[in-house]
Each structure stands twice: as structure tokens, then as C-alpha cells.
């Protein structure tokens, strides 16, 4: 990178610029089969116009910038394949206000959703979106989070209602409001949100809160297969009960999570992990909805009736990525996700789990069903970073997803991980993406070499 | 207009191209204050390939496209000052196929709302977004419309799936999917809905449907004031209430429709008309939620116990327009709609009911509130169309709306009539708007001199 840029950061930053390799190696990150790239310098930033100032300087020089928050990202998003700055916004952690009216919380980028709730604790409403890491605002928003709760309250999209965001010149836009809705203009909010640091930077977001509900109740439900739980699901979403996270475990899933979870002891059967808000009548008439629901398709709900019982329970279904870890010990997860339509989410997963037994592979399903979301943690043997066979999996996971007309990420999102897929999913869309990137970022300073770039599958 | 693209479009397209000024004139609409400009013809088509056709045809010539579908816009939207071809979507009107387990309908773009939801009527679904016409699902999601329902279902933002889109050069692209999420690059949807036609056209849509709920509560509620309904609104918010309808009539509204709907008999007070959805049990408790919080502000909530007696109140609220009309014999209605944040939302009808008052306007006020969205129809007098005091009017409404936090439509949407404050709503955020559409078409054929257009208020 240009030594001048190095020194004027310097100069601006002092010590909060650091060019140290063991440092810089812990702001990339990137999924097995893609090359870990370090950025050339991290600065740790503390408000806007510090942000402004790197990316003017970088925009000048025509240098390489990567936003950075709690590093979490699964397909990296943050890695620095063309070098360049990376932004540490994780000291810029203030929760600027919250409106309880509006039902919004102004906060930096930095501030990550177990600060917020905490936050929150005595004003009635939470922020509901929830990835599997403490994954901070600004780069949930980036990539389009979701997580349990988005089948009843959405993902990032529908709970970003505003941002300030610096763009690639260093101009800061107010973008979105915290109006209820808008009909003036194009909705750049919504391609902010998922667009991964290539088009801006969020400096500033207003999310939307919920209020706490008044009654919730949590349970499991046992299925003979995979296909009665999915197809449970899809009859209870059809009905529009009130259920706020409806979470599926395969066998091996289940098998893992019992050997992890002292409190757990399910039927080594395929799992719902469910939880109903509402009122106390409506989660009322929603669980005994789901118990018909159920019974149709052989299940058996257990309501866990006790606080300690649901913490248990969703604790175990967060723990999951390091029950895998410990049933399969020595081994490396690959996490990877794909989304259908619920009406393809049977037979897509049907087709996997038959994939996953013909290759041999160990690989665990976890999926947020009601959104037609599922997740495989890969137990990767040592040396198979760079497995053919584990790339040709992946591919036909992706491929299956595309042709069930799905999304081959529903929310890990592209990263470096699943760029070369942006071509086959949206073909003639992609290069009405590439001309935005253009004509907002045409010196292609902004997270370079992602979402964007040439890589497709046939190129890979 | 080229007299080469007229030669051409009636090679291809026959009778359906229209060049009588009688039936140009019915393909342009035009705020008060705005000059009428019907295009130069008015093609009807069928099928996609016929919309591609005549984009591509316009595109080689620079020819202006604006597509037409119910015609039901408000702020000029089909308006064509400068002149081109009109593409009337209004007999693309099939209902490709409904998916009750995704809970999607697939239209073409001339369907409107009724008839799809006349189609629904059998499979326990609905489509959910209702402006005040029969509009078309193009034209609604071209104007990302909404509606009575939008507190809960929300705005065609979040009710439309995917579309097929055909942009400036006739390339069709695929946006959005089936799956519930996504998290593979740039929402290009959400920036396809609400675009007014400028970034592209819509040929197919895929919208999400709802299931009917077990339960539908109507009633009415009177207040001493504004500000007492308002709190209410807030307050039952708040608490997560299953309002699905809560829609505010000032004194003039309640008094025009009490004289325009025989059933209606109400105090001449402010009220809010109110719907609740949900499982019986859901209903019955937000009802008394509700009524407690109305309580709380002085209100007192009348239920509608029969199905006619709520259709008659819908009735009402929908006819609210011609009852104005009635009332007010001789003048011509100039509908306007802004939408500030809930906690601005007293604070903002207060002033603008002042100022009405103010002016000498006859200006009855209805508003979605849940949504912090309100609409005044200003009741002209003959000659007051290109009145100054009218504008002036029109633009305190629009500033203080921005000076709440809040957005100079909620609704109706930019057009030709609200152009004008694009720059002082969005700042930066336009120029960024500017960009992508130079990016997505160059040449600016695709409903011209409308969003991006330099007019500003100051210049006006």
C-alpha cells in the first residue's frame, strides 16, 4: 500500500494505527477454500468524521478500504484480498437514544445486539434480530442479518429504518428516516443493508425495537423425519400462528446437542425447537393450533414450561456450533446456509441429507425452517480445507438451492465464500448490480474483489 | 416524436397503437400546478416480449416510456412532459398461479387488487396492500403503495417477492426469489419498488399473500381531540395491540361522511375507524387493550358487531373522497399525503390543522396513523389550481413534515408533484439516487423529468 497513506493515517491516528502482522491477521477472516488476506493497516476509529477522514484519504490515494465490527462474518466479508485499511468501528459502541414512541434506537456501528438488549432491559422492547455471534449493528446490517426470530420479525432489512452512511467519496448520506414509511424516491436504505461494506459505510443506524411480548412459551416437538417436521411447519405458518422462532435439528443435530447439553435429553429423532409470542391467549390458541398441526404429521409437542427450561433450551440450540465441535472432536466446522421457498424446503433437504450420506460427510442440519433457511456445520477431517470433494459438495448445495428457486445464501451472505454464485443466481441482475457499484464506487476502493467480482462457478 | 418509432410500433403492434390526442389524453394525470402532457402514443401490450419490444424500439430512438396501468396515481406519475411513448399494462392482467404453502400470487402487472383478491377468495389467503383505487399491482409497485392495512401487513415493500423487470435496454432481469430471505447482493427489488417507473418496468410479479385471519373486529372510536386519538394510536402500538386498521377522520371528515353515508350517524368529534385481526382469542384481548388505552385519552371504542355494519364503516372510509365532494358541492379535491415519525405525528397534525385554519382552506384530514401517515384533500374553488396561497400552503405541509423527521410522502409518492422536494428530503442521498440512475439508464427514456429531475423548491 502507498506509504503515504500509511504516514497520514499516522499522523491522524497516532496509535490507533496498527501495521503489526499478528494484529492485522486478526482483522480477516475468510471460509476454507479462500485465502486469508490481511489488510495492510487497521485504524481504530471513535466517531464519523474519523471514518470520513480514512475513507477521503483512501478515496484520494485510490486505496482499499474494509469495514470491520465484531469480525463475525462466516464468508469473508472482511477479508482484504487487494490489501488496503480495514476500519475497526467495535470502540464506536454508543447507543445514542432510544425513542420508545417510535420504537427505535439510534446506534453506532459498533454496538452489538447483547449490548442493545441489555440495554433495553427496562423499557419494555428488544431488538430481535439474532445471528449466532454477539455480532455488532453495523455489520449486521452490512450483511442482511437474521437469525431465530426473523420468520415472526424479519431480518436486518425490514429492522434498519435509517442509517448515516459514508460513501465511497466520503459524502455522509442520511438515508432511510424514522418515519414509518416513505414514497419519495428510490429506497437506498435497502441496498445499503446487505450491500457489505461495497457500497458505503454505515456510521450511525436506527433499528427497530419490539415490544417485549407478554407471553412467551417455548417447547420441542419430535418427528419421525425431517419431511413431517417441514411440512408441520409450512401447516402452522399457513394458519398464521404465533410462533416467533421455529428451529430444526436433524438426528445428528440432536445427538450432538444431547452430548453437549447436560439439561437435554431428546429422542434421537429429528427436533423442532419452538417459541410462540404473543399475549397469553394468543400464544394459548397458538401452541394448541401447533399441537393439531403437529399430530397431523406425527408429532409430539413438550412445552417447557419453566423460564430456567426455555433458557436450557435455547441456550442448547446456540451452543449447537460447539456441541458439533465437541461430538466430532479435532475436527473444523465448515458453516455454510442456504434459503428456498417452503414449498421446496422438504424435498431441498431431503436431497442434501442423501448428499451428505453419499459423500461420507459428517454435517449436522440446523435450520431456521420458517423462513426456508437451513444450515450445515461440515466436520471438516484435517487437510480438507482444500478438499475437491468438499468444494464439489458445497457446489451441489448451491446448485440444488438455485434450482428449487432459492438463494444459495439466506443469511451467511457472499463474502469471498459464495461470489463466484452471484452470477448463476441473478444472472442479468448481476450486472445491474455491477453498474451501481460503478457509478457509486468507481474507483472500486470499497471492500474490493467481493460481491462484484468476475469468479463463477465454471471460473472457479 | 420520431415519426420512424410511430411507423415502427404500428408494424408491430397494429390497432393497439394509439395516436388520437382524445386517447393520449387519458394516459397523462397531473397534480393541480402541473401541466397536463399526454404522450405521444399509447401502445397496448400482452405479453412481456411486447413490453421488451417497445423498450428496446425507444431505447434505439431515445424515445420516453412511461407505464401505464390503472391510471390511479396521484402526483403525475404518468404524466409525459416530454411526450414518448405510454405502455398501457392494463390488459397483462392474467393471474399466472397462486402458491398457497409460499403464500405468493404470481400476476402480470395489470392485475388490480380486487380482482386478485376476488380470485383468493376460495384458499384462505389475501393480498393485503389497499390504496384507495383499484390499482394495478404494477402501478403499486411501481409507487411502493399502501393502504388501511399497511400497520400490519406492511406496504408493497414488503409485499412483493420478486418480479421480472425489464430495464432501459430491454434486458429482462429476474429480481428477488420465492425464498422468505436472502442474503446473495444487492436488494435490487427494493429498488425496483418505488422507482416510478424510471429505473425499469415491471412484467411479472410475485406477491406475498396473508392468511384471512380466524377474527376481524371492527369498530369506531370518538375523542375530544386529535392529540387524545393519536396518544391511543401510540400507546396500542406500544403494547403490540393486533391492530390491523386504525385509520383517524378529523371533525370536517366525520362530519362529511356522516352526511355522505346513510348508516353513518357518528359524534362530530375526531375518530379513529379501527380493525383488529387475528384468532379469536388474540381479537378479544387487543379489543380490550385497546379500549383501555382509548380510556386512558378520554375515547370511548364502539364495536361493530355485524359483518354489514363493518362493511358499511369500510364503506365509508373509502368513499371518504366523494363524501368530501358532496359536502363541499362545485370544488375539486386536491389530494396530499405526508408521513412523520409516531412521536412527531400530534405535534404535526396539530400545526397543519392550524394552519389550515389559518389559510381559509377547507381541508378535511384522514390519515393511516398507525403508519404516522396522514392525507388532507384540499377543497378547491374554481381557478384555485395554479393558486399561489395552494402551493405556498403545500410547501409549509411538505417542511414541516421534513421537520418532524418525517418524509413528504407516505404514499401518493414524487411524480411530477412532489419532484420538487427530492433535494431538500434527501440531500446527499439524491445525488446518490442521480447516480444510479444515470447507471441504469443512460440515456433517460424511462418515465423522464420525473424523481431526479433538478427542479427544487426554491426553484420552483
Not at 26 to 46: E, K
Not at 342 to 358: E, F, H, W
Amino acid at each position: 500500500m502507498n506509504t503515504q497513506v500509511i504516514e497520514k493515517l499516522c499522523q491522524l491516528f497516532g496509535e490507533r494505527v496498527r501495521l503489526e502482522h499478528s494484529i492485522r491477521q486478526q482483522f480477516c477472516q475468510a471460509p476454507p477454500g479462500v485465502q486469508l488476506s490481511p489488510p495492510d493497516a487497521v485504524v481504530t476509529v471513535r466517531n464519523e468524521q474519523e471514518i470520513v477522514e480514512v475513507v477521503s484519504l483512501c478515496h484520494e490515494y485510490g486505496v482499499a478500504v474494509i469495514a470491520a465490527g465484531a469480525r463475525s462474518s462466516l464468508e469473508g466479508q472482511i477479508n482484504a484480498p487487494q490489501g488496503g485499511v480495514c476500519i475497526d468501528c467495535s470502540e464506536m459502541n454508543a447507543i445514542v437514544g432510544i425513542n420508545t414512541t417510535d420504537m427505535t434506537a439510534t446506534v453506532q456501528p459498533g454496538v452489538t445486539r447483547e449490548q442493545l438488549n441489555s440495554h433495553l432491559r427496562e423499557t419494555g422492547l428488544f431488538f430481535s434480530v439474532d445471528p449466532g455471534a454477539n455480532a455488532s449493528m453495523g455489520g449486521m446490517a452490512a450483511t442482511r442479518a437474521s437469525g431465530t426470530n426473523s420468520v415472526r420479525y424479519g431480518t436486518m432489512a425490514a429492522n434498519v429504518k435509517a442509517a448515516r452512511w459514508v460513501m465511497a467519496d466520503g459524502t455522509v448520506a442520511q438515508i432511510g428516516s424514522r418515519a414509518p414509511k416513505s414514497a419519495m424516491g428510490l429506497d437506498l436504505l435497502a441496498i445499503a443493508v446487505g450491500s457489505e461494506g461495497t457500497l458505503g459505510l454505515f456510521s450511525e443506524l436506527d433499528v427497530r425495537l419490539h415490544p417485549v411480548p407478554e407471553a412467551i412459551v417455548a417447547g420441542v416437538c419430535s418427528f419421525a423425519s425431517v419431511d413431517d417436521a417441514v411440512q408441520t411447519v409450512a401447516s402452522a405458518l399457513g394458519q398464521g400462528l404465533s410462533v416467533a422462532r421455529i428451529e430444526l435439528l436433524d438426528v445428528t443435530a440432536v445427538r450432538a446437542c444431547n452430548a453437549y447439553s447436560p439439561s437435554l435429553n431428546l429422542p434421537e429423532n429429528p427436533h423442532l425447537f419452538l417459541e410462540f409470542h404473543g399475549d397469553t391467549s394468543t400464544v394459548a390458541s397458538s401452541v394448541e393450533g401447533f399441537i393439531d398441526c403437529a399430530h397431523e404429521f406425527g408429532g409430539q409437542l413438550k412445552i417447557s414450561h419453566r423460564l430456567e427450561e426455555r433458557t436450557a433450551l435455547w441456550k442448547a440450540r446456540h451452543d449447537a456450533w460447539w456441541a458439533f465441535h465437541a461430538y466430532y472432536k479435532g475436527r473444523k466446522g465448515l458453516a455454510t446456509d442456504v434459503c428456498v421457498p417452503l414449498s421446496s424446503l422438504s424435498a431441498c433437504i431431503s436431497a442434501t441429507v442423501a448428499d451428505i450420506a453419499a459423500s461420507g460427510l459428517d454435517a449436522p442440519l440446523i435450520g431456521h425452517v420458517g423462513d426456508g433457511n437451513f444450515h450445515l456445520l461440515i466436520m471438516l477431517q484435517e487437510g480438507e480445507d482444500e478438499s475437491v470433494s468438499i468444494q464439489a459438495f458445497l457446489s451441489r448445495l448451491s446448485s440444488r438451492a438455485l434450482s428449487f428457486g432459492g438463494t444459495v445464501s439466506g443469511e451467511h451472505g457472499v463474502g469471498e465464500g459464495k461470489v463466484k454464485w452471484m452470477s448463476a443466481q441473478h444472472g442479468a441482475a448481476l450486472d445491474c448490480m455491477r453498474a451501481i457499484k460503478a457509478a457509486l464506487d468507481p474507483a472500486n476502493i470499497l471492500n474490493p474483489g467481493k460481491m462484484y467480482h468476475p469468479r463463477t462457478v465454471d471460473a472457479q
